[in-house]
């Protein structure tokens, strides 16, 4: 199974008043994990715009479970849950010390940086395609 670990320390910055990571964090830290999962995949996000293809978000969801706290370090586990032809959706499970303090998923769609219309990424891109077919069937095996 693929299954990607970013770690992220919780940054002064992202505290609100009551002393906890906001809520308006968690989507950024999705990106910073989804960004290291493609980079697992075999190629980088910025390879993938240049060759013509960008991943807009359609749907986002979080669900709080605990707080985390200024230097808490946490580690986001990344995994691909579902996958077709033009969209792909992400899982991301915000642990420390073992402990699931949120989770969520963020679904894209695959689309030309051109024309912004949806693409067919198994047609465009049959290799990166084919590894992210894998990383979702193990996913699902392992579920």
């Given at each position: 199974?693929?299954?990607?670990?970013t770690h992220?320390i919780a940054r002064?910055?992202?505290?609100?008043?009551?002393?906890?990571?906001?809520?308006?964090?968690y989507?950024?830290?999705?990106e910073?994990?989804?960004?290291e999962y493609?980079?697992?995949a075999g190629?980088t996000?910025?390879?993938?715009e240049?060759?013509?293809v960008?991943l807009?978000l359609?749907?986002?969801t979080c669900r709080?479970?605990r707080?985390?706290?200024y230097?808490?370090?946490?580690?986001?586990e990344?995994?691909?849950?579902?996958?077709t032809?033009?969209?792909?959706t992400?899982?991301?499970?915000?642990m420390?010390?073992?402990?699931l303090?949120?989770e969520?998923t963020?679904?894209?769609g695959?689309?030309?940086?051109?024309t912004?219309?949806?693409?067919?990424?198994?047609?465009?891109?049959?290799?990166?395609?084919?590894?992210?077919?894998?990383?979702?069937?193990?996913?699902?095996q392992?579920?």
């Amino acid at each position: 199974m693929m299954r990607s670990q970013t770690h992220i320390i919780a940054r002064y910055a992202e505290t609100d008043q009551m002393g906890i990571i906001h809520h308006s964090v968690y989507p950024v830290w999705y990106e910073a994990a989804r960004t290291e999962y493609i980079k697992m995949a075999g190629i980088t996000y910025t390879q993938l715009e240049q060759q013509g293809v960008m991943l807009p978000l359609t749907e986002l969801t979080c669900r709080y479970l605990r707080p985390v706290h200024y230097e808490d370090e946490v580690v986001i586990e990344t995994e691909t849950i579902r996958l077709t032809y033009s969209r792909i959706t992400f899982c991301y499970r915000v642990m420390l010390d073992g402990v699931l303090m949120a989770e969520g998923t963020t679904t894209h769609g695959f689309v030309s940086s051109k024309t912004f219309r949806p693409v067919n990424l198994k047609k465009l891109m049959p290799d990166f395609y084919a590894r992210l077919q894998e990383s979702a069937a193990k996913d699902e095996q392992d579920a």
